[in-house]
């Protein structure tokens, strides 16, 4: 079986939309695109590199329309992204000139991927798909790099319909931007008790 692993970008109030540029996503009048942008350094650098290694990727169709236009012609900075199989969710779209595309339509479609043999399958970006996710007990580990800022509106990562669920923080790092960096995996139940003082 193969894990799903959702990473995301977020402020403090959990907006993801649109971490890379001024034009990444304007949906939703939304004027802050490339909030990452000031944060950069090399912890930062170190984690990204070890997350971009060569992964199959999940993508919402938006995600994926948004890389498809940019990464062929940019590979040199994520090395194997064009070789690996990237998956996408879509109900209206199904072909792409992009290599190693394959589109998937159904819950049910990412429920037998997720049952096949290989590598652990990456989710970048794709607010609506990761909800789904959520919902629907698909999601194995969070890798968050958590922002010091807030931004109000926007997609965010968290929203009504992730069912409880219990995670355990596997590894941390705090950047000298104040970004902190968290990998969270599934464990089990959500358990509850009384705290006394």
């Known amino acids: 079986m193969r894990k799903i692993v959702i990473i995301s970008m977020i402020t403090l109030d959990g907006v993801m939309q649109a971490p890379g540029g001024p034009e990444e996503d304007t949906s939703g009048g939304f004027e802050y695109g490339g909030w990452v942008a000031p944060y950069g350094d090399e912890i930062f ?4 590199r070890k997350l971009m290694q060569p992964s199959d990727l999940l993508l919402g169709r938006k995600t994926f ?11 040199y900075g994520w090395p194997g992204i ?14 792409s000139s992009w290599q190693n ?4 339509n ?3 479609d990412i429920e037998k991927l997720k049952s096949s043999n290989g590598s652990d399958i990456q989710v970048w970006g794709s607010s609506e798909l990761i909800q ?14 958590i922002y010091p800022l ?7 990562l968290f929203i009504d319909g992730a069912i409880p669920a219990a995670f355990k923080l596997t590894e941390s790092v705090a950047t000298k931007s104040g970004v902190i960096i968290a990998n969270y995996k599934r464990a089990g139940e959500v358990k509850t008790g009384t705290v006394e003082p």
């Open 150 to 156: 807030t931004l109000g509106k926007g997609k965010k």
């Open 101 to 104: 595309s394959v589109f998937l």
């Open 106 to 108: 159904s819950l049910e």
């Open 132 to 145: 789904s996710l959520l919902k629907n007990d698909l999601a194995d580990e969070l890798w968050l790099m």
């Open 65 to 75: 329309d948004i890389w498809a236009d940019y990464w062929p012609k940019h590979e």
């Open 82 to 95: 064009n070789d690996v199989t990237k998956y996408v969710m879509s109900v209206t779209k199904n072909s």
């Open 45 to 48: 650098s170190e984690v990204i």
